[in-house]
Each structure stands twice: as C-alpha cells, then as structure tokens.
C-alpha cells in the first residue's frame, strides 16, 4: 500500500507512526516493488504520542519488522 492511495484516505483522524517521525516514504517492504511500498502501518489515535520508531533492516519474510514506543497523551 501506498501512502497516495484512496484506503489510506478512508483513515483520516488515525496518524501513520512512519509519518509522525518525518518521512512518510520510508518503506516497510523487504523488497520493495515501487518508492513508499507500505505492506505493514502503525497507525495511532490523536490520544497517542510516537516517542520513536524503528523499521528493522533484517526482513521478516517480504515485510521488515516495524517497532514503535507509544505514550498516552495527557491532558
């Protein structure tokens, strides 16, 4: 999935945690078939903070493994 496509639209009011660190290209694709190929998302409500993220560099099958520290927001 492409972060461009009609789906991901259908997702608004959720944050993509690969979007919240800068870049909303960085592939999760072991072997990407197209720039931004995104098989695996994390997606958060407004409640909650991405303190980090890490895409893995070592693949799980096609997909590499996607790790993000989450914090409630408070207030």
């Given at each position: 999935?492409?972060?461009?496509?009609?789906?991901?639209?259908?997702?608004?009011?959720?944050?993509?945690?690969v979007a919240v660190t800068g870049d909303r290209c960085r592939t999760?694709?072991?072997d990407p078939a197209r720039p931004c190929d995104r098989p695996d998302w994390i997606l958060v409500t407004p409640d909650v903070r991405v303190t980090a993220l890490q895409i893995g560099t070592v693949p799980?099958?096609?997909?590499?493994?996607?790790?993000?520290?989450?914090?409630?927001?408070?207030?």
């Open positions: 999935l492409h972060p461009d496509e009609p789906e991901v639209a259908e997702l608004a009011g959720l944050a993509d945690a999760t694709a072991a799980a099958s096609d997909h590499l493994p996607l790790v993000a520290d989450l914090q409630w927001k408070s207030g």
